[in-house]
């Protein structure tokens, strides 16, 4: 018999909605039970799907099945509490209501007409986060600035970058191309999506200057003008600098004062990346490490590294919103609409790369109301005295060495043994299942990080992983 | 008493969540009882939010009625059956179910290792699309290209358009800038995001071509052919062409095969856009219009707008993986890991233009499950069939016109009293709330655009909004 619809009906729905809200919480119920790094083989994921999709439907009982058996051996569990790795990308049970309502309205945020909610709780949910972390009044709507949502920060560096070259140029070289000889700077520690967004724009590798550091991993001033005058004297045009708010590798704060000083005598486009550290920013006491910042033109921190929000949610902000919109500005006459013709809304397909749009606000505004400002510090402050206390025990150990102080949740340290021994201590700890972190390179030595940021990690876990550690240097030394 | 924590447990997200699964499936049995676009004036939803953000958390219960009252007057319902605006952006239960579990994984799939099913699940999916869809052998992950999943088709006409850049520089424009006199040619129809792609990548506006179209808006390939000579007899270099299978303004097809043999006489990019109307491949009898495809280097469509799977989800395909991944190439020490330098894997930060991403294959691979091949195909044919019944009415009616012969599910028509009218009759027909549909123009007509492919969209749906125009263009003749 030929069936008249395939849909499944919303009574179905409410029926395996519930069993996948059920399936979430006894993950996180369970989460302890899984190696935190996918033990899974390359290939051996893939090698267990069938090879050709199925002609007719299944139902959702064997998908669900299959997640269990197939897809779950080859998780890298991001929401354990024992996950130091990298940054965190954590979430938070109120940003996953908040996301699965967007996904259930389905509604594409383009432009202002296609769902005027989408574009305005965005731009209030963004003025609240620049008063709740204390940014320039420049960088709210109700100025000359605003803020909009990006996939990720390396989104917004690009995005940065291109309205950095238009005004370089007079907006001209969105027409002719790039003509002029640009050159944009950063340090040597600062994320490689810098380096990506020179190469996407058409500025190239080696227009990008990477300063120095010192002794700490923040960018060194004095080199940065050195540079840019034999730039200058070259006849080059300095346009763009970008300053890291906790780097990648060891969280560095870069001299943002001094930084910005330097670009508004240079006529540069000065871009803040604080992709991870900026959520601490809602704890007035972290603020001093930003001092200068309302000399920055644009700011990006991710709400989906340590702000409980699930990936994808950067902010970025802008001091002067109209240099952004005479960037990325398109109207063919498909879009064309009253509200636009009439300049009192926003449409955020300007503000960026892309056309379409998903209702991002949705779960940065359940997370902000579900924790309120004091929850969230609450929760940012326990993270950083946890990096305190690991510091503390790294500090009072005769085999570990600090290799910087941490300015907030991220804990670079090594093993004394050296390089291999500290490679082989990571593999075997991460081998355990038990806990999860990475290593980076600093003055062309390993070192281990312990990024403490994920929603659930609390005092014990910490502190199991500390002894973990310990016992398995034991162990292979 | 201070508390020890502010997140939500299990318990109450079992709850909670449930509450939300309901009010989902409430919205979808109620949808009718919205104005389909929203009727909200500029302003009017920011204002009804608090200016300031809550200091001390909010219960679910107020947040959910919040939504109710100050977000839902201003949603635009894109999965109201009576969405015919722009093209659609659908979705469906199971896609929401695969994009719930991805949400409460929140897994960030940037490399194999940091979860490798995201990778093998995602490179699984796009070899069965591939092979649903009649794709060239050298599309599968199997062969020499692959698939990747992009956040929208402007990103993905970006990614080609850089990989194009690259392969036409020797790889070189990404260290030096860009040094040639790149040229690249679209049609006058083409998508307005290749002259955005233009513009961010560093080649410019002025060195896009837009070739004018034939009688049923696709492009003249011997003005290509012509253009791309006057470009080259003056020092330029054609690099990157672009073919629209479907237009946004009036669905054209352009010529795949000429094209693509001019692509590969001139050593240019072939590019193919199929943002909405690639999902109809998944029916062999529509697989002529893209006669010619194995002489593509990349193509892309959108499951978000026409497959039943929400936003954001476009698939891009190319036939050469090692040019992407030389052209979007870095690993940063704080990114190396075994695997990546085993080479058994595919690392797809490499692939575009972000580093972090989402686990965005669940929720497509839920879709064909759920669906199964059989069911995608009766439910792209039901909506074919609906536009052509559309068509019929149009050819029967004395007061409208036929445009154009819609290929796919997109009928552009007009009133025959002229463009003044014709805004005035879309603008009230919007103004009802019981339908909502836009505009575009071609040939300096107004021409109104029937767009036919919401996932509940059926015959009384369509049926009632013929009645609805034809009685509001009365009332208003």
Partial sequence: MKKSSYHMTTEQFRTEGKKVIDWIADYYENIDKYPVLSQAKPGEIKAALPENPPQTGESMEVMMCDLDEKIMPGITHWQSPNFYAFFPSNTSFPSILGDLISSGLGVQGMIWATSPAATELETRVLDWLADMMGMPEKFKSTSTGGGVLQDTASTSALTAMIAARERATNFQSNKTGIQQKLVAYISTQTHSSLEKAAKICGIGSENLRMIVVDEKFAMRTDLLKEQIQKDKAAGLTPFFICAALGTTSSNAVDPVRKIGEIARKENCWFHIDAAMSGTAMVCPEFRHFQDGVELADSYCFNPHKWMFT????????????????NTFSILPEYLRNQATESGQVFDYRDWHVQLGRRFRSLKLWFVIRHYGVEGLQFHIRNHVKLAQNFTQ????????????????????????????????????????GKAYFTHTKLNGQVVLRMSIGQTNTEENHVRDTWDLIREIAREIS
Same sequence: chains 1, 2.
């Fill in 310 to 325: 699930n990936f994808d949610c950067d902010v970025f902000w802008v001091g002067n919103r109209e240099e952004l919109i």
């Fill in 393 to 432: 025990w790294i500090n009072e150990s005769d085999d570990f060495e600090l290799f910087v102080e941490p300015p907030f949740n991220l804990v670079c340290f090594r093993h004394k043994a050296g390089d291999d021994f500290n490679m082989k201590l990571m593999n075997a700890v991460n081998a355990t």
